[in-house]
């Protein structure tokens, strides 16, 4: 993840970051829906890596709820 400009720019969204909006519910549901993606995108090559899979469940979780 490099920063350019105040804009955080990802492999597959671009999406600037304000301190105000990081509290918001679209920020925190953004945040988990991009850690989701990284981290079903490693448990893609690494299909025996279980506490990852077991951090996956979570974040889903936490976004559900």
Do not use: C, P
């Not at 301190?19 to 090559?45: C, D, P, Y």
């Amino acid at each position: 993840m490099k920063k350019k400009g105040g804009r955080k720019i990802l492999g597959f969204m671009v999406k600037e970051e304000k301190e105000e909006n990081r509290g918001s519910v679209e920020f925190q549901v953004f945040s988990f829906t991009n850690k989701i993606r990284r981290l079903a995108s490693h448990l893609e090559l690494h299909k025996k890596d279980f506490s990852s899979e077991r951090g996956l469940r979570i974040l889903l979780g936490k976004r559900r709820r």
